[in-house]
């Protein structure tokens, strides 16, 4: 699978997962391609918890489960009906997370890059989860990424520092297969964009979008 493949291939699972636990070898390649990532000022500014405890995964479960009822009651009649199949999180059933970590003091004072544009330093962080969700397609895991949580809850739940910001919690696991159509397309809560709805030459122009 060539990075082209692994970028058309790759889902947000969350069916798919086959219950069985990633080995070491595979995970720790995911976790170097991560780490192997840019980062603003050279700073690697992310950190990796994963969490494999049973009985973790279960309370983090439950939690989200609370958080995706929460959601759910907050929602127009039609678009809680869109909503009520889509699962949100394979948790338990991936049985590895991965918490990935943003530390806005790593590097020091003065991260070269980022003066002007302090949010180069979350931005690192989102290319770490991509190259490991891309080597990860291409390894036959799956990744899920989990976004129903208070932070709070989770900070607590794997101890990580007032200081430190969490970015999120990845479902890591082997799967049975790739869906062909992402679960939000299939399930018709939102469709893809066409490309040439996102390209702009020279200038911003103006889309009906806005002018709403």
Do not use: K
């Amino acid at each position: 699978m060539n990075v082209y493949e692994a970028i058309a291939t790759r889902r947000d699972v969350r069916n798919e997962f086959s219950g069985a636990v990633i080995d070491e070898e595979r995970l720790e390649r995911l976790l170097q391609a991560a780490h192997a990532a840019p980062s603003v000022g050279n700073t690697q500014p992310w950190d990796f918890v994963v969490v494999q405890d049973r009985a973790t995964l279960s309370r983090f479960a439950e939690h989200v489960g609370e958080c995706r009822t929460d959601f759910a009651q907050s929602l127009p009649a039609d678009r809680a009906d869109t909503f009520r199949p889509i699962v949100i999180e394979g948790i338990e059933q991936s049985g590895t997370g991965v918490v990935v970590t943003y530390d806005p003091n790593r590097g020091g004072s003065h991260v070269l890059g980022r003066h002007t544009i302090d949010e180069t330093g979350r931005l690192s962080v989102a290319l770490a989860i991509e190259n490991l969700w891309l080597a990860a397609t291409q390894e036959g895991i799956g990744v899920g990424w989990v976004s129903f949580y208070r932070e709070a809850f989770l900070r607590d739940l794997v101890r990580v520092p007032e200081a430190v910001h969490i970015v999120a919690w990845l479902c890591v696991g082997p799967v049975t297969e790739f869906a062909t159509v992402p679960d939000l397309e299939r399930f018709d809560w939102r469709s893809r964009r066409p490309l040439d709805d996102a390209i702009h030459r020279e200038t911003f122009t103006a889309r009906e979008e806005f002018a709403r």
